[in-house]
């Protein structure tokens, strides 16, 4: 099926591990995003890539580092995970036109 | 940035009646307003998307308000029935094609059978 897929699913780390997490779309399409989910905080954007080659900050992006491997790969890196960043995350894409409807199913990550 | 507030955060109603959620944006650049549904352990799922240059968007029960003067949207879910049950997302988008979204806090709508 088409989509965008995110591994793992869940992830327990300690505090100063690293870790990175994948995801992968398999619709053509330039741009990649990477989200945090907190409780009565919506969504806030990481980082976010607006085509093949390029990254750019978003609204909170310290503590993460991102990499646009290939065109359909976009990865996060949490280089020393902290408890803060205790969270869901998602990965999601858009292709040219305006919508944006292409969400992964999410990684539960624990920093303990 | 953009700053998008959903209101309320929590909603109850009955089965079979109508549910609305509100949200306002403050850059007036922004010109695309899409609608989440999401189900517990799933990712955001769009449902209906509405552009500036258009005031109202129907999609069978739901339907999707926009106000530009007064820079807010709403979502609004007639006949609702339990599977409606969700949390749900609005968002706004300033500029083209790689522009940032901003998301609002979510409303976790309960229907009551």
């Known amino acids: 099926n088409a989509g965008v897929t995110q591994t793992p699913k869940f992830q327990v780390l300690k505090t100063g591990q690293s870790m990175t997490l994948q995801c992968a779309q398999d619709?053509?399409?330039?741009?990649m995003y990477w989200y945090r989910q907190d409780p009565g905080m919506g969504l806030r954007l990481i980082y976010y890539s607006a085509s093949e080659g390029t990254t750019d900050k978003g609204e909170v992006p310290n503590g993460y580092n991102v990499s646009r491997l290939n065109k359909r790969e976009f990865s996060l890196r949490l280089e020393s995970a902290a408890p803060s960043q205790t969270s869901v995350y998602f990965c999601a894409s858009k292709g040219q036109g305006e919508t944006f409807g292409f969400f992964g199913s999410g990684t539960q990550l624990s920093v303990l | 940035g953009e700053n998008v507030e959903q209101h309320p955060s929590t909603l109850s109603v009955q089965e079979g009646d109508s549910a609305v959620i509100k949200c306002t944006y403050s850059?007036?650049?922004?010109?695309?307003f899409p609608w989440y549904k999401q189900e517990l352990g799933k990712g955001p799922q769009l449902i209906i998307d509405?552009?500036?240059?258009?005031g109202e968007k129907k999609d069978q029960r739901i339907a999707v308000t926009l106000n530009k003067t007064a820079k807010h949207f709403s979502l609004h879910i007639t006949e609702t029935q339990p599977e409606d049950s969700a949390v749900y997302f609005c968002?706004?988008?300033?500029?083209?094609?790689?522009?940032?979204?901003?998301f609002g806090t979510g409303t976790s709508l309960t229907v009551i059978p």
């Open positions: 850059d007036s650049a922004s010109n695309y």
């Open positions: 968002a706004a988008k300033i500029g083209g094609a790689g522009s940032q979204f901003y």
């Open positions: 509405i552009r500036s240059n258009v």
């Open positions: 619709m053509n399409h330039n741009s």
